[in-house]
């Protein structure tokens, strides 16, 4: 008797999940037991969130066609502004606003061209 293919996608999904959970959590246990994270490593990891961020809108900025593109990418242009707006304001509200409406603007006017 087969399995249906439906049913190894779950179960992949719930192995993957689990261990996942286990990878996390072993580290968890391990510093509650010896006492908590040592300095060095909890400094290093206050870098880990802009890291990840960095990792995954950079590549979408730059080549957003799976090709380093500099000249006419408008998500580069934008996201450049959005940018210069987070680093002035530190508003993430503002910073998001002024992204997609760079976008759409250069959008329009690449569109009109």
């Known amino acids: 008797m087969s ?7 779950w ?3 719930v192995v993957a ?4 959970f286990l990878l996390r959590a072993s580290f968890l246990f ?12 909890e400094r290093a990891l206050r870098y880990v969130p802009a890291a990840v ?3 995954l809108v950079v590549p979408a ?4 066609d799976g090709v380093p593109t500099v000249v006419g990418n408008d998500r580069l242009l934008a ?12 508003s993430v509200l503002a910073t998001i606003v002024a992204g997609m409406v760079a976008l759409v603007a250069l959008g329009a006017v690449g569109g009109a061209l």
């Open 61 to 64: 900025l730059a080549a957003p």
């Open 53 to 55: 961020l960095a990792a």
């Open 30 to 41: 391990l510093f509650e037991r010896v006492g908590g994270a040592p300095p060095r490593l």
């Open 11 to 13: 179960l992949a999904i």
């Open 3 to 9: 399995t249906p293919p439906g049913s190894r996608v």
């Open 79 to 90: 996201g450049a502004l959005a940018a210069l707006v987070a680093w002035r304001t530190e």
């Open 17 to 20: 999940g689990v261990g996942t």
